[in-house]
């Protein structure tokens, strides 16, 4: 295809090397713009109304007149709302952006068709509307994770296929000799999720398998969509910022290839944890049980590998808000999963099944990890997109330290609620009577909704930057708190 | 790059042997369970839901009760679920043939409701705790399902579906004056109310497959096994 020479291409032979790729990464991050910037514009929409489904919710857990008589708003339609948005209309949303720069950038490849990726965003999030709406209507299906009724998801489902399309389009047309890691885990992301995806619906929605084999089902699919769609996601981000901030390459190659590949293989077996006791064959359970073992092999070369590129960089958290957010990503990542493993102990599953411990860990998962992963991404792509740095560095802080001690204390509050919970549920003889249990949690949810206020001002902070950035004039550079200190000692280009 | 076709195919196999190992073997092992005919009682096991039941069952699914509540009692040696009183024995696969969607749930801010029609059969006792839990399970967190009943003036004859709410909780507290209907008012529950009471009603898995009393077999052999290890010590 014959094309204009790019900027890269016309600058005078004589430039140094650094500002030939410095000028051909600022094309591609061009080439990404409108279609990533549509993206996170809904993504933070969506977070924002995630955030008030959230807090709906919990309070409604230790207050239930709230709102008590909006059969809209009745609990099991406002959590399920409050997932669904945060799942498909934040984090996919967001993770559509993040993953689809990264490829632009690790191929070296300008963004083909950026229209088709505009008409991608269009249908997922109309797609995401009709689906929550319909949850609160009445339409649930009632299958964790896959809420939405079947009038919904026809337009996910293309929605997708255009940007897996697309993915493998600016794969094939890149310059990029060497397949960096993050890419990896990228295109086996954009791969694994619509086969996940379009099985259960068939096999659940379309054409219901019968008995408890739906069960199976929705747990291959609801625990394998964190596994094998949000994980490599996030991962992929984490294996590119970590060495891109600070400057230095990744611990070592061959490890993150391992890690890769026993996640692969371990992970998509660990979800029928969920089902630990249940009815359902016992050898599957065992088989869960192991799986959610040998996750630890993963987890611990990831681990290695993310920390040991950080040993020594400690100070650069200091300066750099994507560094502090996706070091807090990497390390609850780590931690979370390393506790998943944890649960599927059978005596520990015995007490922590069924309770609010779960709910914390999954918690840790999406928002420790992963959501703190994508606003640390965020923090770095939009300046790259905008070419202008972020107007407020105190916000910046604001939600870092609301957020991170928000989800901390979520987390405590749970973990510890849900194993006092899980104790008592299996302790007939002192406590006989449900209620009595029931009490005993109250302190823990209200403790929840406390943490999660926290979590909605630090949301609050991100999305009032988020928007000033994108009104504000490009003139004022003065703070310039993305790196806050000068870019050029801290990028290598890749 | 030339890499990118054996990434492939390592990423296809990865989650083709899940899908086949948790979804296809399954499906195929025990996906069309039928039910088992009992000569003395001369009918099958389980027994099919009648229409109001499965539209209970839409009612309990639209209104996401599965997020507070499981179905699934586990079997013995996995938590007390049975000395609770919430099974007679632990549940298993062909409790749930006859059943559109399989809600086991995840969750237990509620109680188990496998067998919730076995320990509750009372319909006045379910209406009047959908229509406000407190009335019948003080400090419950179940919101109220107010809205599945209507408040209606009395013309002529009162309602014979009525139900008669209390003026103060078990513990001496006032109802909501919103809750009681006034003067020449009734509360009567829609069809919808009735639905899901009918579906509760009808949870109970009282008959004992042979595969639930293998499971309870197996338990007591392996206790047998610990207590003879224990008096060899």
């Known amino acids: 295809m014959a094309s204009a020479p790019s900027i890269a291409q016309s600058l005078d032979p004589a430039t140094s090397a650094t500002s030939v790729s410095r000028a051909e990464l600022s094309e591609i991050d061009a080439s990404t713009k409108a279609p990533a910037l549509f993206f996170l514009i809904s993504s933070v929409l969506w977070l924002l109304a995630g955030t008030v489904f959230a807090l709906i919710s919990s309070f409604k857990l230790h207050n239930p007149e709230f709102m008590g008589d909006w059969e809209w708003m009745t609990f099991g339609r406002a959590r399920t709302a409050h997932l669904n948005t945060v799942i498909f209309g934040w984090s996919v949303n967001a993770a559509f952006a993040v993953a689809f720069w990264l490829m632009a950038r690790l191929s070296r490849s300008v963004l083909r068709h950026p229209k088709l990726l505009f008409v991608a965003g269009a249908f997922w999030n109309i797609g995401v509307s009709i689906g929550v709406f319909g949850i609160m209507r009445g339409d649930s299906n009632s299958i964790e994770w896959l809420e939405m009724p079947a009038y919904a998801t026809p337009l996910l489902f293309v929605a997708y296929a255009l940007v897996g399309a697309w993915a493998i389009i600016t794969f094939r047309f890149g310059k990029s000799q060497h397949i960096y890691v993050s890419q990896w885990y990228i295109m086996a992301a954009l791969f694994w999720f619509p086969w996940l995806y379009s099985i259960a619906q068939m096999m659940l929605i379309f054409e219901p398998a019968r008995g408890t084999v739906q069960a199976l089902v929705n747990w291959w699919f609801a625990h394998n969509v964190l596994g094998l769609w949000f994980t490599p996601i996030g991962l992929g981000a984490v294996y590119y910022f970590l060495p891109k901030v600070l400057g230095k390459p990744i611990h070592s190659y061959y490890l993150s290839v391992l890690g890769f590949w026993s996640l692969a293989f371990f992970y998509n077996w660990a979800g029928v944890h969920h089902l630990i006791g249940g009815p359902v064959p016992a050898w599957v359970q065992t088989a869960g049980i192991a799986a959610s073992f040998m996750m630890v092999v993963p987890v611990v070369v990831t681990a290695i590998n993310h920390h040991m590129t950080m040993v020594g960089s400690f100070g650069a958290l200091k300066y750099s808000p994507t560094l502090r957010f996706i070091v807090f990503g990497a390390v609850s990542y780590t931690l979370t999963s390393l506790q998943g493993s944890s649960m599927a102990i059978r005596s520990w599953a015995e007490v922590t099944h069924f309770t609010h411990y779960t709910v914390g860990h999954a918690h840790w998962g999406m928002y420790a990890f992963f959501t703190m992963v994508m606003f640390g991404s965020i923090y770095y792509i939009l300046p790259r997109l905008l070419l202008k740095e972020w107007p407020s560095a105190a916000l910046i802080t604001a939600h870092f330290w609301a957020t991170a001690i928000g989800i901390l204390i979520y987390v405590a509050a749970l973990s510890i609620g849900g194993v006092e919970q899980g104790l008592a549920l299996n302790d007939v003889d002192n406590y006989p009577i449900f209620l009595d249990i029931v009490e005993m949690t109250k302190r823990y949810l209200v403790t929840r909704s406390l943490a999660g206020i926290l979590i909605t001002v630090g949301h609050i902070a991100f999305a009032v930057n988020f928007a000033w950035m994108l009104f504000k004039s490009r003139s004022t550079e003065a703070s310039a708190p993305t790196l806050f200190r000068n870019p050029e000692s801290m990028e290598i280009a890749r | ?233």
């Open chain 2, 1 to 233: 790059m030339n890499r990118a076709p054996l990434i492939f195919l390592g990423v296809f196999l990865a989650l083709a042997f899940s899908w086949t190992g948790i979804v296809l073997v399954n499906q195929i092992a025990y996906g069309s369970l039928t039910p088992i005919y009992d000569e003395n009682e001369s009918k099958a096991f389980p027994e099919p839901m009648p229409g109001i039941v499965k539209r209970g069952e839409l009612v309990y699914q639209d209104l996401g009760c599965v997020y507070c509540h499981t179905q699934q009692v586990r079997r013995p040696g996995y938590g007390s679920d049975i000395e609770r009183g919430w099974g007679e024995r632990g549940s298993v696969a062909r409790d749930y043939i006859y059943e559109n969607r399989v809600m086991l749930g995840t969750m237990r801010t509620g109680p188990d409701l496998r067998n919730i029609g076995a320990r509750q059969s009372d319909e006045t006792w379910h209406l009047l705790h959908l229509y406000d839990p407190q009335l019948t399970s003080r400090g419950s967190v179940m919101p109220p399902y107010r809205f599945l009943f209507e408040m209606r003036k009395i013309v002529g004859e009162p309602s014979p579906d009525a139900i008669s709410i209390p003026t103060t909780y078990t513990d001496g507290v006032a109802v909501p004056a919103h809750s009681i209907p006034a003067e020449g008012y009734e509360v009567v529950p829609t069809a919808r109310a009735k639905a899901l009471v009918a579906y509760l009603i009808q949870r109970k898995d009282t008959y004992g497959f042979p595969e639930a009393f293998k499971l309870h077999h197996e338990k007591a052999e392996e206790e047998d096994a610990a207590d003879s290890e224990e008096e060899g010590n």
